[in-house]
């Protein structure tokens, strides 16, 4: 007794032994599926309450957040200004002092002068 397999007929066979695994296989996966499905559902039931007052007051904390930032904005710009007028201040007290101790050293020359000719006439005499 012979039997004879064509490569069509053992083609089929694999095939067909291919798809019975995947089969399997997708049933597994769709039925692991299902078992998060129901867990996560479980967990939203739980929680419908905490989620429901999330969801209700979003709008009031990014309403504070808002009203936050644009206070910590205006307080930087205020201190930014405020940074300014007193570089500012600072560049012109410099410059007033430069100023004060070139005409005090042009009094002390003067000074220096006068008491040098008041010398020299009493010297004379």
Same mark, same amino acid.
């Given at each position: 007794?012979?039997?004879?397999?064509?490569?069509?007929?053992?083609?089929?066979?694999?095939?067909?032994?291919?798809?019975?695994?995947?089969?399997?296989?997708?049933?597994?996966?769709?039925?692991?599926?299902?078992?998060?499905?129901?867990?996560?559902?479980?967990?939203?039931?739980?929680?419908?309450?905490?989620?429901?007052?999330?969801? +209700? #007051? %979003?709008?009031? $904390?990014? =309403?504070?957040?808002?009203?936050?930032?644009?206070? *910590?904005?205006?307080?930087?710009?205020?201190?930014?200004?405020?940074?300014?007028?007193?570089?500012?201040?600072?560049? +012109? #007290? %410099?410059?007033? $002092?430069? =100023?004060?101790?070139?005409?005090?050293?042009?009094? *002390?020359?003067?000074?220096?002068?006068?008491?040098?000719?008041?010398?020299?006439?009493?010297?004379?005499?």
């Amino acid at each position: 007794m012979e039997i004879t397999i064509s490569l069509s007929t053992l083609g089929y066979f694999i095939l067909f032994a291919l798809l019975a695994v995947f089969m399997v296989y997708a049933i597994i996966v769709l039925y692991r599926v299902s078992q998060v499905m129901k867990q996560a559902e479980a967990v939203l039931d739980k929680n419908t309450e905490n989620i429901n007052r999330i969801l +209700e #007051t %979003a709008p009031e $904390i990014l =309403e504070n957040i808002n009203d936050t930032t644009d206070l *910590i904005l205006h307080s930087v710009n205020k201190a930014d200004s405020a940074i300014d007028s007193i570089g500012t201040s600072l560049t +012109e #007290t %410099a410059a007033t $002092i430069r =100023e004060g101790t070139s005409e005090a050293a042009s009094y *002390i020359h003067v000074i220096t002068e006068i008491v040098g000719l008041i010398k020299a006439l009493f010297g004379k005499k």
